[in-house]
Protein backbone atom coordinates (compact mmCIF):
# COMPACT_ATOMS: atom_id res chain seq x y z
CA UNK A 1 0.00 0.00 0.00
CA UNK A 2 1.46 3.25 -0.81
CA UNK A 3 1.77 5.91 2.12
CA UNK A 4 0.00 9.32 1.22
CA UNK A 5 2.06 12.46 0.55
CA UNK A 6 2.75 14.68 3.39
CA UNK A 7 2.50 18.51 2.92
CA UNK A 8 6.25 19.10 1.78
CA UNK A 9 6.30 15.47 -0.65
CA UNK A 10 2.74 17.25 -2.27
CA UNK A 11 4.93 20.56 -2.86
CA UNK A 12 7.66 18.07 -4.48
CA UNK A 13 6.04 16.77 -6.84
CA UNK A 14 4.69 19.49 -8.29
CA UNK A 15 7.39 20.98 -8.89
CA UNK A 16 8.61 17.63 -10.05
CA UNK A 17 5.45 18.36 -12.78
CA UNK A 18 6.18 21.55 -13.64
CA UNK A 19 9.82 22.02 -13.45
CA UNK A 20 11.48 17.89 -13.87
CA UNK A 21 14.79 19.60 -14.65
CA UNK A 22 15.27 20.68 -10.73
CA UNK A 23 16.34 18.77 -8.39
CA UNK A 24 13.82 18.83 -5.61
CA UNK A 25 15.14 16.59 -2.84
CA UNK A 26 17.12 19.64 -0.83
CA UNK A 27 13.30 21.37 -0.35
CA UNK A 28 12.35 18.26 1.29
CA UNK A 29 14.80 18.88 4.10
CA UNK A 30 14.00 21.95 4.46
CA UNK A 31 10.81 22.11 4.03
CA UNK A 32 10.93 19.88 6.58
CA UNK A 33 13.07 21.23 9.00
CA UNK A 34 10.73 24.31 9.11
CA UNK A 35 7.50 22.49 9.76
CA UNK A 36 9.10 20.79 13.23
CA UNK A 37 10.78 24.34 13.65
CA UNK A 38 7.36 25.87 13.82
CA UNK A 39 5.61 22.97 15.89
CA UNK A 40 8.67 23.12 18.43
CA UNK A 41 8.21 26.65 18.67
CA UNK A 42 4.78 26.94 19.33
CA UNK A 43 5.12 24.07 22.33
CA UNK A 44 7.83 26.65 23.67
CA UNK A 45 6.32 29.51 23.50
CA UNK A 46 3.32 27.34 25.60
CA UNK A 47 5.84 27.04 28.10
CA UNK A 48 7.25 30.34 28.20
CA UNK A 49 3.98 31.74 28.80
CA UNK A 50 3.41 29.92 32.10
CA UNK A 51 5.94 32.20 33.41
CA UNK A 52 4.73 35.54 31.41
CA UNK A 53 7.96 35.32 29.36
CA UNK A 54 7.82 35.25 25.37
CA UNK A 55 10.95 34.22 23.48
CA UNK A 56 13.35 37.39 23.52
CA UNK A 57 12.86 37.36 26.99
CA UNK A 58 13.37 33.87 27.60
CA UNK A 59 16.87 34.32 25.27
CA UNK A 60 17.96 37.01 27.56
CA UNK A 61 17.68 35.07 30.77
CA UNK A 62 19.37 31.59 29.40
CA UNK A 63 22.14 34.39 27.96
CA UNK A 64 22.40 35.93 31.44
CA UNK A 65 22.31 32.24 32.76
CA UNK A 66 25.15 31.25 31.25
CA UNK A 67 27.53 33.24 31.71
CA UNK A 68 27.94 32.28 35.13
CA UNK A 69 27.52 33.94 38.47
CA UNK A 70 27.01 36.74 38.95
CA UNK A 71 24.88 36.50 35.98
CA UNK A 72 25.56 39.66 34.30
CA UNK A 73 26.18 41.03 30.62
CA UNK A 74 26.99 44.03 29.08
CA UNK A 75 23.91 45.25 26.45
CA UNK A 76 26.56 44.21 23.78
CA UNK A 77 27.25 41.11 25.05
CA UNK A 78 23.57 40.19 25.23
CA UNK A 79 23.62 41.26 21.86
CA UNK A 80 26.01 38.79 20.93
CA UNK A 81 24.81 36.11 22.77
CA UNK A 82 21.32 36.52 21.49
CA UNK A 83 22.00 37.49 17.89
CA UNK A 84 19.52 40.83 17.59
CA UNK A 85 20.58 43.93 18.17
CA UNK A 86 21.32 46.12 21.22
CA UNK A 87 18.03 48.17 20.58
CA UNK A 88 15.88 45.00 20.35
CA UNK A 89 17.90 43.77 23.98
CA UNK A 90 16.84 47.24 25.80
CA UNK A 91 13.41 46.13 24.88
CA UNK A 92 13.75 42.45 25.94
CA UNK A 93 15.41 43.81 29.39
CA UNK A 94 12.75 46.48 29.48
CA UNK A 95 9.86 43.77 29.45
CA UNK A 96 11.99 41.68 31.95
CA UNK A 97 12.37 44.51 34.20
CA UNK A 98 8.45 45.38 33.90
CA UNK A 99 7.87 41.79 34.41
CA UNK A 100 9.90 41.64 37.58
CA UNK A 101 12.63 39.19 36.23
CA UNK A 102 15.35 41.66 36.39
CA UNK A 103 15.70 44.39 38.59
CA UNK A 104 15.32 47.75 37.54
CA UNK A 105 19.06 49.82 36.31
CA UNK A 106 20.02 52.43 38.46
CA UNK A 107 18.54 56.00 37.56
CA UNK A 108 20.58 57.27 34.65
CA UNK A 109 22.45 59.81 37.11
CA UNK A 110 23.70 57.06 39.03
CA UNK A 111 24.28 54.35 36.42
CA UNK A 112 27.66 53.52 34.96
CA UNK A 113 27.73 54.05 31.12
CA UNK A 114 26.84 50.10 29.59
CA UNK A 115 25.11 49.38 32.75
CA UNK A 116 25.03 45.50 32.82
CA UNK A 117 21.34 43.67 33.90
CA UNK A 118 21.07 40.44 35.34
CA UNK A 119 17.98 38.51 36.33
CA UNK A 120 16.70 38.31 39.86
CA UNK A 121 17.08 35.01 42.12
CA UNK A 122 13.98 33.62 40.67
CA UNK A 123 14.91 33.48 36.89
CA UNK A 124 18.73 32.16 37.98
Do not use: N
Request: aromatic residues 4%; hydrophobic residues 40%.
Amino acid sequence: MEQPLDHVARIQAAWQRERPDLDVAPQGVIGRLHRVATLLTHELCAVYARYDLGEGEFDVLAALRRAGAPYERAPGELAAHTMVTTGAVTKRIDRLERAAWSPAAPPPRTAAAGSSPSPTPAAT
